[in-house]
Structures are given as C-alpha cells and as structure tokens.
C-alpha cells in the first residue's frame, strides 16, 4: 500500500497508476509549469525582466501577495473562504496608523493594538463560520464591508481624511523600519524584506500543512468534513485558527505596506485584492471544493501572477490585458483542478 501524504489517500501501487499518484501528490506541478511557461514567453519579448532589476520588482509584486495567497489557500485546503483578507490589511494599518498620528503612540504599541484587532476580526469570522453554518464566503464578504465602511468613516471623521503621512517620526519606527521596511541593493535591483517574510510564512505554511496534525486536520476539514468530526479530529478548532491566521497574514500584508510608505492610504478597493488571493491559490492548485492543496503551490501562483503582472507592462500592453490574462490562467487552472477533482473521486479515501 502507499499513501498519498496528507491526503489519506491510500490506494495499491501499479505501474499503470504509479505516475497518476505521482501527479495528484503534487498540486503545485501545474502552477510550476504555467510558471515556466510565463516567463519563457514575457522573458523573451521583455529580456530585462530576467534581470536583477525585473526579478526583484516580480519578486515586489509576489511577496506581499504571496503571504495573503498562502493564507487564504491553507483555508480553501479546509473547505473554506476568505474575502476580507485585503481589507484587513487596509483597516488594521489605517488603524496602526491613527493611533500614531493622532493618538501620539509609539509604532511598537500601535502594531500590537492593530495586531489584536486583525486576530479579534479573524476569531470573529471564524466563530460566526463554525457555529452559524453560513457559508464563509458570505461571513467574510460581510466582514469585508463592514471592516469597508468603518474604515473610511474612521480615517474621515478622525484625520478629516483618507490619506496619513509622515508617520517615520513616531518613537521606534527606526527598528519597525528594519523589521518590516529595509532593503537590498543587488545590482540592478532593489529586493525588499518582504521578501523574507513572503518565504518564512510559505516555509512554515508547507511544514505544518505536511508534517504536523493540525495539518492534517486541515485536510480532513476539507476532504471529509462529517468523517473528520466523527473521528475525532477538532474540525470546529481548526477551522477559528485557520480564520486567525488569515487575519495575522491580512496585518502583517498592511503592516509592510504602511512601513514601506511611512503612512496609508485608504480607498474603496479591497474586495478585488481579495479575490486575488483565491485567484492565486487556485492558480497553486488548491480545489475550491476543499481537501486538496498546498501553501506552497499558492507562492508558485504568486509569482506565475507577479510574472504576468511585470510582463505585460515591459511589453507594453495595455494594463487591462493583465486582468484579460489572469482570466485565462484562471480559466486553464479550473479546467486542471476539475480533473483532479474528478480524479480524487475515483481513489478510496482510508
């Protein structure tokens, strides 16, 4: 017998079947492929996007993205959605933010009271998910609006506008600055410490996904839902801390953003970003229907976006082509996972 690790999927191996396993044991080939294929074609219409100034602006775009993406796949792996993710970034640096300008806090005292906000937000709809039975795409989508309204009522009436600056005065921005803000010049190019958080959350994301029981009570959450609770596995638990740390990713996603810039912008976007992030996990592999997926396939989907991103502008379409561009991925990435899907059904789960 061989088992599919952190699937239960246990079937006897035949040369017949062998390289089917092989395939459904990765759910992040696809996305690896697609990502290949990206930067082949962009890399040779756009050769500077290979160099060290393109790679660190593709590699800008995918780490912010990234973290919100390996998040929000962790949850779609248990049979779960997302939408509040971009929002929560936007409200808990606003919030970050107020409490700076207006309120005279330090940036270390600020970020913690935005931190316990984000993770309050993400307890909240994860509570609201286990105990009601609403579907959490409408929880959050509610959360979003919500998060939405109050925010922009917030910045208006407190600050008189949606827009602080001018916020690297504040008592400890210097050592927020190296956390969250500092940079490297590598040639041509200029990589952000971003970069290190995008690879440090995908690092623990695929370990705890892979080796550990919470991951596998993710898979269970997603795979056999009534199975898992009958067996025991803390289904309930697990899915309020996967909304958690979905929240913690939304922080730490504004948090970058409001250091790099030293102040926040706030705007009625948001939702879009959010869709972004289930985009880019399913563009990584993970099933809309839950039970099949990885944190590292939805990184792979990053940086197949941030590619696609960079190279139609080096090319010099018009912007709205990305968005043309990404439906297409999209569409290709549906029609994959529909086979796995279909392909999942036809293996005895133990």
């Known amino acids: 017998m061989v088992e599919l690790p952190g ?12 390289w089917g396993r092989w395939v459904l044991a990765r759910p992040s080939l696809p996305a690896l492929i697609g990502l290949v294929l990206v930067v082949a074609f962009f890399g040779a219409q756009a050769p500077e996007l290979l160099g060290t100034a393109g790679l660190a602006d593709v590699l800008d775009v995918a780490a912010t993205l990234g973290i919100g993406a390996v998040a929000v796949a962790l949850l779609l792996v248990a049979g779960q959605f997302d939408l509040s993710v971009g929002m929560l970034a936007l409200a808990s640096s606003a919030l970050t933010a107020l409490l700076i300008h207006h309120a005279g806090w330090g940036i270390w005292p600020a970020l913690a ?38 925010t922009l009522a917030g910045m208006q009436s407190i600050g008189g506008s949606t827009r602080i600056e001018g916020l690297d005065d504040a008592p400890g921005w210097a050592s927020a600055a190296t956390l969250f803000g500092s940079t490297t010049q590598l040639g041509d190019g200029r990589f952000r410490v971003s970069l290190l958080w995008w690879l440090g959350v995908t690092v623990v994301a695929t370990w705890a996904l892979w080796r550990t029981k919470f991951g596998n009570a993710v898979f269970a959450s997603g795979g056999a839902r009534t199975a898992a609770r009958e067996l025991g596995v803390p289904v309930r638990r697990t899915t309020v801390s996967l909304f958690c740390l979905s929240a913690i990713a939304g922080w730490l996603i504004g948090t970058l953003g409001l250091v790099r810039f030293a102040g926040v912008e706030v705007s009625n976007s948001g939702l879009s970003t959010g869709i972004d992030y289930i985009v880019i996990a399913v563009l990584g592999g993970c099933l809309l229907a839950g039970g099949y997926g ?53 293996v005895p789960r133990s």
């Open 7 to 18: 699937h239960g999927i246990s079937r006897v191996a035949t040369p017949r079947t062998t």
């Open 113 to 150: 009271a935005s931190f316990g906000g984000a993770l309050l937000i993400g307890l909240v709809n994860g509570v609201l998910v286990v105990n009601t039975g609403l579907p959490s795409f409408l929880v959050t989508l509610a959360s979003f609006l919500v998060l939405q309204g109050t």
């Open 294 to 346: 990885s944190a590292f396939g939805a990184a792979i989907g990053a940086l197949l976006y941030a590619v696609a991103h960079e190279g139609i502008e080096l090319v010099g379409w018009d912007a709205p082509w990305f968005r043309a561009f990404l439906g297409v991925l999209l569409l290709v990435a549906l029609l994959a996972n529909g086979v796995v899907g279909h392909r999942l059904k036809g």
